[in-house]
Nanobody, 115 residues
Framework: QVQLVESGGGLVQPGGSLRLSCAAS????????MGWYRQAPGKQREFVTR???????TYAESVKGRFTISRDNAKNTVYLQMNSLKPEDTAVYYC?????????WGQGTQVTVSS
């Protein structure tokens, strides 16, 4: 089993920054890809970013240049640094981990961008 625990969400003004963390535990390896998705009210969950163990990274077009994903393999933790936040970034952010046979979700953390 794999457990993912997110933290770092909250309320921030437009233009502000937040950093999310996702700690993984259980039957995992440092090579497992990890990433982030988000789901805004009334919308489908959407891909935000993903990082492979060797550092290959992909971003959704909507967050390129503003969000940065990183990982600490020693801590089995992935981070999402979010800068220049916009109201449309408001959503529940979910951590995702992929294994060879399955995928796992965290419980989600709320990010609200509002003045």
């Amino acid at each position: 089993q794999v457990q993912l625990v997110e933290s770092g969400g909250g309320l921030v003004q437009p233009g502000g920054s937040l950093r999310l963390s996702c700690a993984a535990s259980g039957s995992i390896e440092s090579i497992n890809p990890m990433g982030w998705y988000r789901q805004a009210p009334g919308k489908q969950r959407e891909f935000v970013t993903r990082i492979l163990s060797v550092g290959t990274i992909t971003y959704a077009e909507s967050v390129k240049g503003r969000f940065t994903i990183s990982r600490d393999n020693a801590k089995n933790t992935v981070y999402l640094q979010m800068n220049s936040l916009k109201p449309e970034d408001t959503a529940v952010y979910y951590c995702r981990l992929w294994t060879a046979t399955s995928g796992y979700w965290g419980q989600g953390t709320q990010v609200t961008v509002s003045s």
